[in-house]
């Protein structure tokens, strides 16, 4: 199936990405280098939680969300809510040694809680995944587009093409022009997600009709918790594997716990954290319900898309866009999915740039002034973009963009995880035990990807991904512990102030005490539970 843009949606689309592009030239910020890689430490708590949103809902969410939800019903919505639980636990508990700490990377931390060793390992794990599993991702999903509008373009000219447009202002704006562009595209994106959602629910004969067809169709389509056997999101995945792959993207992923330190202090950091959480719980009205009303308004979506997609639910968003909207409304809404590509490709290749430099360019340059650490980073910057460009057309090979983001999240974090709340709660753990257990994740990830791949080791191969992860994060955890109890004690400088304790909470209380309502994080945190939580009851 081929879809067409008029010249009108095309004039939209052009305006807005030299629009966008200038407005990234213009707030571009690379003087220094906490000027490049942290907007120098200055941002508010609106910027930061619509950055953080932007930089999560990308362009492969829209294909992912939307597709999952037509396959599957809404139960991919529960990786969307779970960012209430673990933001929450975030402002409380981490965000305050990560500002304390004043680093640039999350491997810097691991750094000062361990040793080098952890912090290398962490900084090549996370450049995978921005590179392999995030940018990659995101440039995939535009390819899904384009390809649908103009299926005899080659694939690698068009990843090419949606590279450079959102690496263009990155490379040389550095975290600000990222962050203040991501305010505007996020705008757009839900602008065009609320036109697109009203129209969809219009054409489908409402909420109510939309559910009663998806009833009809599985009882199981509108309710968040599975049974053991369902193939997208078994309950037990729900309640150990989705909180473990939320903690890692948003507590230890570099480039969203980048956005919380570019804050202006702790208390923007965490009310940013939080509006970016309480951003997620409409996905569910404007992503995942229009998913479920696809299934009624294109119940032949496979055929449709026979020959020309592997996963044909990939589909469900660009046949709602480009089927049930008017001239000039398609331009402003494929104007909002470039929007998101731009924000998370933006997002990812300043986060991998930042790793780079500030984990590796640094360590084996000491001296270099902060003008060499800005041009590395650019440097780093277009390297990363040529190697994504590469692999983007490779993912066309994997079942769906939905399982290949998640299973190799599900594989790679585990151990990180693992060593992480170990180290912030536990005084005895120490770099030995934890570059042990970094260690041994890798060799079970490896084992895993090669049982996949030569059809070894079935009743592993058989564990859902999402059961895989608790796992594995288990198996690193005892490691780290069994080895840390059989080596010295970490020294005092490796426990004072990057270990959590009852001094913190305190301080963090005298801080809060006298601060209305609306500005206490805490009260905030509780008000976004309470939403969350009775959105996920009525939908249990």
């Not at 996963?311 to 709602?320: E, I, Q, R, V």
Request: aromatic content about 14%; charged content about 10%; hydrophobic content about 55%.
């Amino acid at each position: 199936m081929n879809f067409t843009l008029s010249t009108i949606d095309l004039v939209i689309i052009v305006g807005y990405i030299t629009a966008i592009v200038a407005y990234g030239f213009y707030h571009r910020k690379a003087g220094s280098s906490e000027e490049y890689f942290l907007a120098g430490r200055n941002m508010p708590w609106y910027v930061i939680g619509i950055s953080m949103f932007s930089a999560n809902i990308s362009s492969n969410s829209l294909i992912a969300i939307t597709g999952g939800a037509y396959k599957g019903g809404i139960v991919f919505f529960n990786y969307e809510w779970m960012a209430s639980i673990v933001l929450a636990f975030f402002c409380m508990f981490i965000l305050p040694f990560y500002l304390k700490s004043k680093v640039y990377t999350m491997p810097e931390f691991f750094e000062k809680r361990y040793d080098v060793r952890s912090r290398y390992y962490f900084s090549f794990i996370t450049l995978v995944g921005n590179i392999f599993i995030d940018t990659a991702g995101t440039l995939f999903a535009g390819v899904v587009i384009a390809k649908l509008v103009y299926p005899e373009a080659n694939t690698l000219v068009i990843v090419s093409l949606l590279a450079i447009f959102a690496a263009g202002y990155t490379i040389f704006g550095g975290l600000s022009s990222v962050m203040r562009t991501e305010m505007v595209n996020t705008v757009i994106l839900l602008i065009s997600a609320v036109i697109l959602a009203f129209i969809v629910y219009d054409k489908a004969g409402g909420y109510d009709a939309i559910v009663a067809h998806a009833t009809a169709k599985d009882p199981s389509y509108m309710h968040l918790v599975q049974p053991s056997d369902n193939p997208d999101m078994p309950w037990q995945g729900l309640l150990f594997g989705v909180p473990l792959l939320g903690f890692y993207f948003w507590c230890n992923n570099q480039f969203i716990v980048q956005r919380a330190l570019s804050a202006r202090n702790a208390n923007e950091a965490r009310k940013g954290a939080l509006f970016a959480a309480l951003l997620k719980i409409p996905i569910l009205f404007l992503l995942v319900i229009p998913g479920v009303a696809a299934l009624k308004l294109y119940p032949n979506l496979q055929e449709m898309y026979a020959g020309q997609l592997k996963n044909f639910s990939d589909g469900a968003y660009p046949t709602l866009v480009f089927d049930l909207l008017p001239v000039g409304l398609i331009g402003l809404i494929v104007a909002g999915f470039l929007a998101a590509m731009a924000s998370a490709v933006s997002a990812t290749l300043n986060s991998a740039s930042t790793l780079v430099t500030m984990d590796f360019v640094q360590k084996f340059r000491p001296d270099m002034d902060s003008k060499g650490l800005v041009r590395s980073g650019q440097i780093a910057t277009v390297v990363f973009m040529c190697i994504t460009v590469a692999w983007a057309p490779q993912i066309a090979n994997f079942e769906s963009l939905m399982n290949y983001m998640q299973g190799v999240l599900a594989l790679i974090s585990p151990p990180v995880v693992a060593i992480f709340l170990l180290g912030l709660f536990w005084k005895r753990a120490n770099a030995d035990g934890a570059f042990a257990a970094l260690m041994v994740g890798l060799v079970i990830a490896l084992v895993t990807v090669a049982s996949q791949v030569y059809e070894l080791l079935p009743d592993w191969n058989s564990v859902h991904f999402l059961v895989k992860a608790p796992i594995i994060l288990a198996i690193c955890a005892a490691v780290q512990v069994v080895v840390s109890l059989s080596t010295a004690p970490p020294p005092a400088d490796k426990i004072i102030g990057m270990t959590w304790n009852n001094q913190v909470y305190e301080e963090d209380s005298a801080a809060l005490r006298g601060l209305p309502w609306y500005q206490n994080y805490r009260t905030l945190a509780i008000i976004l539970l309470v939403v969350t939580f009775a959105v996920v009851w009525w939908y249990r």
